[in-house]
C-alpha cells in the first residue's frame, strides 16, 4: 500500500512527546523526520519508518506487520529502519513509544577533549 508522506507526517507529528523538538525536510522524494538535529524516521511511499538498533530494532521487528525498510526490491533492506505495522498509524500511544525508543539514541556526543601537545 502506498503512503503519502505528508499525511504520515501529521500522524508523526501527533504521536510525538509534546516536548519532542521535530524538524522535518524533504529528501529522495519522501521525508526525513529529525529529532535534537539527527534524522531518526524516514516518511515515503513505503510508510513510516524508525531508525532502531539492537534490541529495539529487534523487538519492533518481531510485531507483526513490521519490516526493515526497503525502497526497491533490487535493493537490501536497511540494517537500521524499520516500517513501523500498519495498525501502529491509527494509534497514538504504541507509536509514541516507539517514537521515543527511536529518538533516545540520539543524545548528543560527548564533548572530545582536545588533545595535549607537548611543548618543550
Known amino acids: ?6 499525511a504520515l507526517q501529521i500522524i508523526l507529528e ?3 512527546p509534546p ?5 522535518f525536510r524533504p529528501m529522495f522524494g519522501g521525508i526525513m523526520g529529525y529529532a535534537a538535529g539527527k534524522v531518526f524516521a524516514s516518511l515515503s511511499d513505503m510508510g513510516l519508518a524508525l531508525k532502531l538498533v539492537g534490541d529495539d530494532r529487534a523487538a519492533l521487528l518481531a510485531m507483526a506487520g513490521a519490516k526493515p ?7 537490501p533492506p536497511s540494517k537500521s529502519y524499520v516500517v513501523v505495522p500498519e ?9 509514541r513509544t516507539w ?6 539514541n540520539l543524545a548528543a556526543p560527548g564533548v572530545r577533549p582536545r ?3 607537548r611543548r618543550s
Open 14 to 16: 501527533t504521536a510525538a
Open 115 to 117: 588533545k595535549q601537545t
Open 1 to 6: 500500500m502506498a503512503h503519502d508522506p505528508k
Open 19 to 23: 516536548d519532542l523538538e521535530l524538524a
Open 69 to 75: 525498510l526497503q525502497y526497491e526490491p533490487d535493493q
Open 87 to 95: 495498525a501502529m498509524l491509527s494509534t497514538s500511544e504504541p507509536l
Open 99 to 104: 517514537i521515543v525508543r527511536s529518538t533516545s
